[in-house]
């Protein structure tokens, strides 16, 4: 009998768990011996957060105290999603819930390629807006760094071996939830290779193995499989993903591209409910070559557990609410193919003091990196899959009368080969004169950065740019870049203030 497909709930994540098959650039092609020489490195403690200065708490950093700003680079983007969903509905999101460099990320950015594997660095700038109040008062400018890595054709990736976690919940039956996922999943499972493979799990108090590691070649199976999901009691979210690695590894291909993807509102109630714990565990199965997918839903949704899950298990967290919204997360910004990759990518940031007097990092506060561990392959950095960019901005205070000339800092970048894991660096500088254009004349693209950074960093409290302000900038770009989701990015921000 054919199976009724509703299209306007398929499209929101169908496109999103096709990037899977693209975006698990960590796994596909380590071998035996990869894992093996990983698991024989010694190991130290994830130091983002435990050993590692916050870059900023809504102050700056003097250069003549630390010119260096080192962190490790981040692709998701659920944050702005999940703000933009709430902002919609009439709610204003908790500010400390806000990662601006998410809301900055959600964008594209259209930087240049790298001929080969690795990044293109890209850093440019300008004066910010006349209507800009920064606080202190005096000579800001904005500066933008962005990474590339090269796009392939789709149609040459490995094969997949996609592990879902199925959040079926009490929580789980509202609108746009287990409804969205079971259709989803429905269009996918009919779009992959017979020589993919697909395991479900659910869970709710208690998790279950609903079907194991399947062809998708055995479509009728897989389809029942997705038609038997149930909303049932409680969210015992450790349990679902414990089984999940579980099957996940029973089913592992070598040379595919092996994956966990856990498809939830991050509302844990049972089992262990905090982070750490579970973290523990996700890591430990992420160094034996599974990476984690984390696709979040609902109105109430654990926005901040999944995304530590994500970062802790080599991988990366989006969130989906509406058809329009998914195709451009899912399709614009993490284009397919497995060719190109990085692991473990830094981002180190060096300020010359003669040129620069403070700086502010704005976001990443959760992935910052001590400044002598940029070097350090042992500590986490950030995966990065090809056609993906990833964008830092700085607030810089510059020095008087400084040279067009003189060097305001240098970028360097440093990540890992995914399959023998030598490390590999490419820097790039940038001196003031790339900073002294007016605003209104910078890239669009560079302006859209600003609205989205600036945006998150207002709805954090902060003061130096109005709703209003940053809604016209956004605006602008909207009628140049031609982009609907930067129109979208407009009104969201408008229907903000509104609210504040």
């Not at 240049?112 to 400018?141: C, K, M, N, T």
């Not at 790039?428 to 002294?436: E, F, I, P």
């Not at 709805?459 to 770009?477: F, Q």
């Amino acid at each position: 009998m054919a199976r009724f497909r509703r299209p306007s709930r398929a499209a929101v994540l169908v496109v999103a768990l096709s990037a899977v098959l693209a975006g698990s650039a960590c796994t596909a092609e380590r071998s035996a011996s990869d894992t093996a020489a990983h698991r024989n490195t010694p190991t130290q403690p994830d130091r983002r957060t435990e050993h590692s200065p916050i870059p900023f708490t809504g102050g700056e950093t003097r250069t003549d105290e630390d010119p260096q700003s080192t962190f490790g680079v981040d692709v998701d983007t659920a944050s702005y999603g999940y703000a933009r969903r709430l902002i919609n509905d009439g709610r204003l999101p908790d500010g400390a819930d806000i990662r601006p460099e998410e809301f900055v990320n959600a964008f594209d950015q259209e930087y240049p390629e790298p001929a080969g594997d690795g990044f293109a660095i890209h850093v440019d700038g300008a004066r910010l807006p006349d209507r800009h109040r920064p606080e202190p008062a005096g000579d800001v400018r904005l500066l933008r760094v962005g990474l590339q890595t090269r796009g392939e054709d789709p149609a040459t990736r490995p094969d997949a071996a996609l592990t879902f976690v199925v959040d079926v919940s009490g929580s789980m039956r509202e609108p746009g939830r287990l409804d969205l996922v079971q259709d989803a999943l429905h269009t996918l499972v009919d779009q992959l290779r017979d020589t993919d493979s697909v395991a479900i799990v659910a869970f709710s108090r208690e998790a279950r193995t609903i079907r194991k590691m399947t062809r998708a070649g055995d479509a009728d199976a897989l389809h029942d499989a997705i038609d038997s999901l149930k909303t049932q009691n409680s969210t015992n979210l450790e349990a679902g993903l414990e089984l999940g690695y579980r099957v996940a590894r029973d089913g592992f291909r070598e040379g595919a591209s092996n994956r966990v993807i856990l498809l939830s509102d991050g509302l844990a109630n049972v089992g262990n409910d905090t982070a750490e714990p579970i973290l523990a565990r996700v890591h430990e199965e992420a160094a034996k070559q599974i990476a984690l997918l984390g696709v979040g839903v609902g109105s109430d949704y654990g926005d901040s557990l999944m995304e530590q899950l994500a970062d802790r298990g080599d991988g990366f967290v989006v969130y989906v609410s509406e058809p329009e919204q998914a195709r451009e997360v899912f399709v614009r910004r993490l284009p397919a193919t497995l060719a190109v990759r990085a692991l473990d990518a830094k981002v180190q940031v060096t300020f010359d003091p003669a040129a620069v007097r403070a700086y502010r990092l704005i976001g990443y506060a959760n992935r910052a990196i001590a400044d002598e561990d940029f070097r350090d392959d042992r500590v986490d950095g950030g995966e990065v899959g090809p056609g993906h960019s990833v964008t830092a901005l700085y607030a810089v205070r510059v020095n008087d009368r400084v040279p067009a000339g003189a060097r305001v800092a240098t970028v360097d970048v440093r990540w890992l080969d995914p399959q023998d894991r030598s490390a590999s660096e490419t820097s790039s500088g940038v001196t003031a004169g790339a900073l002294t254009g007016e605003f209104e004349a910078a890239p669009a693209r560079l302006r859209v950065c600003y609205a989205a950074g600036y945006f998150a960093e207002a709805l954090r409290g902060g003061s130096e740019a109005t709703y209003a302000d940053l809604a016209t900038v956004a605006d602008r770009a909207a009628g140049e870049t031609e982009d609907r989701q930067v129109d979208d990015l407009a009104k969201v921000i408008r229907r903000a203030g509104t609210l504040d």
